[in-house]
């Protein structure tokens, strides 16, 4: 059965280093989604991606996070540096289209420990 | 602003009973929902998808409906089971990306 596949399953890294997280989504899927998950909260959308074209990243935090998906298919997330208040699950996932009426998969997640 | 919100934040059964999880929403443009199953440390398994203009859907024991005029959802678990513990989250997609619910934690006593 096709999946969204993320890794590393588990990151723990110090404060102020550099971490990236990576996502493969449902082959044929034009809509990739990173998502961040506080413990206790509901996922909160950090950015989009329609094939290689960022559609929505206004609740990403451009001076440390990055994001990018140069061809279309693969994406990297990246924190520059980390900060302790960067801890959470990073949830993947991935969409036949951004709009109307389809369903979002979502990967494993990558749990992040900033120590 | 679409904002989404699940009642109870945790919930408790014996197992066997049959059980009903509440969301709603502020927005009612929307397209479709989504509930979906997260167990501790791990990604989010989609339930169960209603179309904005579908009532409900059902996948074995489980049933979701969608009252979109009021913003309301249920999911309703009948003849609950161990294996059911989880977090339970409802996410609405309108002309944003989902938008989450905190989510309801249940436990299924044996």
């Known amino acids: 059965e096709a999946e969204v596949a993320q890794s590393p399953r588990y990151k723990i890294t110090e404060k102020s280093q550099a971490v990236a997280f990576w996502c493969d989504p449902i082959s044929g899927h034009a809509t990739l989604y990173w998502y961040r998950q506080i413990l206790g909260q509901g996922p909160e959308l950090l950015v989009q991606?329609?094939?290689?074209?960022?559609?929505?990243d206004s609740q990403l935090p451009k001076d440390r996070f990055s994001a990018e998906r140069l061809k279309g298919v693969d994406s990297t997330l990246k924190i520059q540096p980390a900060e302790l208040g960067d801890s959470a699950m990073y949830l993947c996932?991935?969409?036949?289209?951004?709009?109307?009426?389809?369903?979002?998969?979502f990967g494993q997640g990558t749990r992040l420990t900033v120590v | 602003k679409q904002e989404v919100t699940q009642i109870p934040a945790a919930l408790s059964v014996p197992e066997g009973e049959n059980l009903v999880l509440n969301c709603s929403f502020t927005?009612?443009?929307?397209?479709?929902l989504q509930w979906f199953r997260q167990d501790p440390g791990k990604g989010l398994t989609s339930l169960l998808l209603?179309?904005?203009?579908?009532r409900e859907q059902t996948s074995g024991r489980l049933n979701a409906s969608l009252d979109k005029s009021s913003g309301r959802s249920t999911l309703y678990i009948a003849a609950s089971q161990p294996g059911d513990s989880a977090t339970y989250l409802c996410a609405v997609k309108g002309n944003t990306p989902l938008v989450f619910g905190k989510g309801t934690r249940l436990s299924v006593i044996a």
């Open positions: 991606f329609q094939d290689e074209s960022v559609v929505d």
């Open positions: 927005d009612s443009a929307i397209y479709n």
């Open positions: 996932a991935s969409s036949l289209a951004g709009t109307g009426w389809t369903e979002a998969f």
């Open positions: 209603i179309q904005s203009s579908q």
